[in-house]
T-cell receptor, first 113, second 112 residues
């Protein structure tokens, strides 16, 4: 099992460009999450999907959109990137949400110039 | 507002000693609390979960305590090794909540 995979590993964008971060899990988990991690700020939840077909905003959703394509895949889109979105993005999944352990991907490092 | 506090200063200890990390929370009544380990350039990895009705949980050299009166969890690593050097995150969670919240983490550095 690959667990949680993310692509790309690293990306440089110019202000105003768009991109989609891809995430997939092979653990048959119901819930999936997108976080950003900035120095001194810890992990902050951007969006989550409690189950296939549903998505909800987290703590910092502005400037992002998500799509739960199917049970395996959960993508994060930046429509018009801004320097403030420079960060490390982590995707995670869990069995039922709630008490279940979260499994994290390796992260995507995004630099917006 | 809900707040999770972990010591932002790195904890430096000598190999073989016991490391103790603290997680304090306010305006929270978590049903359980998780601890994760994060290595540089990697995603967090789950270590232990402790429920509100459990005082203590152990796994190999790891021990977690949960004091709902003090609103605090302590994370201990006994006989620490340089390979234990990492950032440790706590994540209290309300029962049935889909919204995970993480502390900012404490960096542990174990010197040989």
């Amino acid at each position: 099992n690959a667990g949680v995979t993310q692509t790309p590993k690293f990306q440089v964008l110019k202000t105003g460009q768009s991109m989609t971060l891809q995430c997939a899990q092979d653990m048959n988990h119901n819930s999936m999450y997108w976080y950003r991690q900035d120095p001194g700020m810890g992990l902050r939840l951007i969006y989550y999907s409690a189950s296939e077909g549903t998505t909800d905003k987290g703590e910092v959703p502005n400037g992002y959109n998500v799509s739960r394509l199917n049970k395996r895949e959960f993508s994060l889109r930046l429509e018009s990137a801004a320097p403030s979105q420079t960060s490390v993005y982590f995707c995670a999944s869990s069995g039922r949400g709630g008490e279940e352990t979260q499994y994290f991907g390796p992260g995507t490092r995004l630099l917006v110039l | 507002s809900q707040k999770i506090e972990q010591n932002s200063e790195a904890l430096n200890i000598q190999e073989g000693k016991t490391a103790t990390l603290t997680c304090n929370y306010t305006n929270y009544s978590p049903a359980y609390l998780q601890w994760y380990r994060q290595d540089p350039g990697r995603g967090p990895v789950f270590l232990l979960l402790i429920r509100e009705n459990e005082k203590e949980k152990r796994k190999e050299r790891l021990k977690v305590t949960f004091d709902t009166t003090l609103k605090q969890s302590l994370f201990h690593i006994t006989a620490s090794q340089p390979a234990d050097s990492a950032t440790y995150l706590c994540a209290p969670r309300s029962g049935g909540s889909y919204i995970p919240t993480f502390g900012r983490g404490t960096s542990l550095i174990v010197h040989p």
